[in-house]
């Protein structure tokens, strides 16, 4: 028996992480199932990097490992936790959270003219092209490096609900 379990939503920028986990979190809450959700990209918003942690990963731990303490005190034991890398950061998850972890990797995929889209829908400032290159790299990168055993959901064209329903039944909730 684990003591807890994460469901690890990664992807490019535009694909839907955010969407996804918070539908998941509604879906859960809908049915009265105790747990929590933390959105990863907001764990290393910290601007120049520390010495010695260019990549953010050791910030993004200590953050981590410190609010999932907080949830853990008060008895949860399921997290979403969406992120970009997430899918190959799931070492890091493990020893921030503590204890037996069971993790279901998930990883949202979109042709490059869908996120190209959302993006725009997102991005009111002067960056919309940056992160249009950026999400491209890492939509490859990340196809290319997810582990072995990582569920691969395309979001073109589907409901944040159904694309929730089916990261909830690769996690067994």
């Known amino acids: 028996m684990t003591d807890y379990e994460v469901l690890l939503i990664g992807g490019c920028a535009g694909v839907g992480k955010s969407s996804v986990a918070w539908e998941v979190s509604a879906q859960l809450q809908g049915e009265g199932r105790a747990h929590c959700h933390i959105e990863g990209d907001t764990m290393d918003q910290i601007h120049p990097a520390p010495p010695g942690d260019p990549h953010r990963s050791a910030i993004t731990e200590r953050n981590l490992a410190a609010v ?10 399921l997290l979403v936790y969406p992120n970009t890398a997430a899918v190959l950061d799931a ?15 998930v990883l949202l995929q979109a042709d490059p003219a869908t996120v190209r889209a959302r993006l725009a829908r997102r991005e009111i400032g002067s960056q919309l092209d940056h992160h249009v290159e950026r999400s491209a790299w890492m939509a490859g990168h990340l196809a290319e490096n997810a582990p072995r055993g990582t569920v691969r959901i395309r979001t073109d064209g589907r409901s944040v609900a159904d694309i929730a329903h089916e990261a909830r039944r690769a996690a067994a909730w």
Do not use: F, Q
């Open 68 to 77: 999932w303490a907080n949830y853990a005190a008060l008895g949860r034991r």
């Open 91 to 105: 070492d890091l998850v493990v020893r921030a959270m503590g204890g037996s972890v069971a993790v279901t990797a």
